[in-house]
């Protein structure tokens, strides 16, 4: 077998394993989780919450959502039989600790994001570099409807003084940084739009920013540099107040 060959057989081999470690969570009962409960004492199960707090609270300060997969095989491990118990306190430590939210942003894939529930606009401001490079791509997309072509997108940014075809002093590689990491945060969905030639791809808002960012200040943000009322767009105005009341809800 080449060298090639084994590597994707050990890939897809970990991949399953994944999978059944997810597999045994969903098919945990209620009296089976009882039982196992019984084997753990309070401490260790503490110690255990502890944990996958901390494990979470890594890997969100890369943005890299959170699968459940990976909470049971790398933190849970024996404990898995108690994983709701367990998830069930991370949760309330996240609220009442730190004052954030945890949600499962992919209820197929068991997918999970942080939320800071404290600050008066959820998620993004444009203060940092990438995040305001991120807080534009977010407007122009949320602007035209929801999905645009990707040559929009460059078009906008080349105006505003950052040409993807080259390598900026702050981004670095501003195509990948959108393409590939700010996809991978789960903030936007890069697309192939099916028959065409040549091929062309679309964004598309992220989970994640679905679950973090506010419709609403957005507008506002595009609404201050056009110098005109949000309500001048009044689908757009209608949507983010939806949102904004949705969220309230929540």
Request: net charge neutral.
């Amino acid at each position: 077998m080449s060298q090639r060959k084994k590597s994707q057989s050990k890939r897809l081999m970990h991949e399953d394993d994944d999978d059944d470690e997810d597999v045994t969570v969903s098919q945990t009962t209620s009296s089976q989780a009882q039982r196992a409960r019984e084997n753990f004492t309070s401490d260790q199960i503490d110690r255990k919450v502890a944990e996958v707090v901390q494990f979470i609270l890594v890997k969100d300060q890369k943005k890299i959502p959170i699968r459940r997969a990976d909470i049971v095989k790398h933190v849970m491990k024996e404990y898995k039989p108690i994983y709701s118990e367990v998830i069930n306190r991370v949760c309330r430590t996240f609220d009442q600790v730190f004052g954030l939210k945890l949600m499962e942003i992919d209820p197929k894939n068991h997918i999970y994001i942080l939320i800071n529930k404290l600050e008066s606009v959820p998620g993004m401001c444009p203060g940092k570099p990438k995040t305001g490079l991120l807080f534009v791509i977010l407007s122009v997309i949320f602007m035209k409807g929801g999905v645009v072509k990707e040559n929009l997108v460059w078009n906008t940014l080349k105006k505003l003084g950052v040409d993807a075809g080259e390598k900026h002093e702050e981004f670095g590689d501003v195509k990948k940084v959108v393409t590939e990491e700010f996809v991978r945060q789960k903030y936007l969905e890069y697309v192939k739009i099916p028959h065409t030639e040549p091929v062309e791809f679309e964004f598309r808002w992220g989970l994640r920013a679905e679950n973090e960012t506010s419709k609403l200040k957005l507008l506002e943000f595009v609404a201050e540099l056009h110098d005109q009322d949000p309500q001048s767009w009044s689908q757009q105005f209608r949507e983010a107040n939806a949102a904004a009341e949705s969220n309230q809800r929540s």
